[in-house]
């Protein structure tokens, strides 16, 4: 288990040291041994150095965010961060409408579904890593965050990923290996639960098949058990490329609607200039055009 009194005071003493404004303990944290404590820190100082101390504060602290106060007004209600727990400083957090706050839940629930989730479950079906496999199921703790009404439809498959995560380094590699194939099996049925969600929440103007956001996602016109089908008849793709197919309702990332618009502006990473990183997602993007071509027979 971490020490967090101790960290907390580390970020406490660097906080007044360097005069920021806030910083905040943000994302999912249980306090067990695989846990580490991400931050965002609001200062005026943009320095690249003294962002750098921050970065090598504690190999336990990980630095989600480092900006000034009118971006972190502007921006922190998009971020996909579950929950903001003021560590130093005062509270700058703006008011949100609770509306428009459960519609910014269910945004971000599903987008974890074009970076994580799946992505990963299927990548590490032949992993012996203990420490990888728990750290990905952890991801099931954002269904309790983002879509409480339905977290108690899954509640034994999250109440085994906590009782595993708590045993680490104890457990066998088969059991994890059992429990991520539950967890696939959950998330396909929590893809027809959000895609009937978003299909009624938002409108599609300029709906495509293809997607590049972060990785590449087909949508095709079916339910989850179709895109399942396909997910695994071409399993290779998953698991070198995690490359998936999702329903229509996942398609609300072409969205004009505000907060989606909102959500993407301040959640997709800038490119990055390099030749390998363009080399390999050309690469896969021809692979996702291959199986866009070759699903249209198998639906």
Known sequence: MNNFPAIKEKIITLARATGVSAVYLVGVNDGLALSDYDLA??????S????????KLDPAVDLRRYVNINDFKIQSPYWPHVHYE???????RPPLDPEQNDKLNLIKLASLFFTSFLRN???????SDQ?????????????EF??????PEFKPLIQEIKTARAVYPNNKISDLQDLLKRAIDESWRLVEILNGRLKEEFENIYP?????????????PGDSTACRRLTEKYLFFAKRSKIIFLPLGFQFVFSSNFLVRSFFRYNTPPEVLNLFFYLKMMIKRLAGIFLLISSKNNL
Not at 41 to 46: C, D, T
Not at 48 to 55: A, D, Y
Not at 208 to 220: A, G, H, K
Request: net charge neutral; no cysteine.
């Open 131 to 143: 420490a990888e496999i728990l750290r990905n199921l952890n991801d099931w703790r954002y269904v």
């Open 86 to 92: 003021l560590l130093f400083g005062q509270e700058l």
């Open 48 to 55: 690249p150095s003294f962002k750098k101390q921050w970065q």
């Open 208 to 220: 495509s098949y293809f997607s590049t956001y972060r990785e590449i996602t087909i949508f095709v």
């Open 121 to 127: 479950y299927y990548r590490l079906l032949d992993s």
């Open 41 to 46: 820190v609001v200062s005026e100082n943009q």
């Open 146 to 151: 983002f879509l409480p009404a339905v977290a």
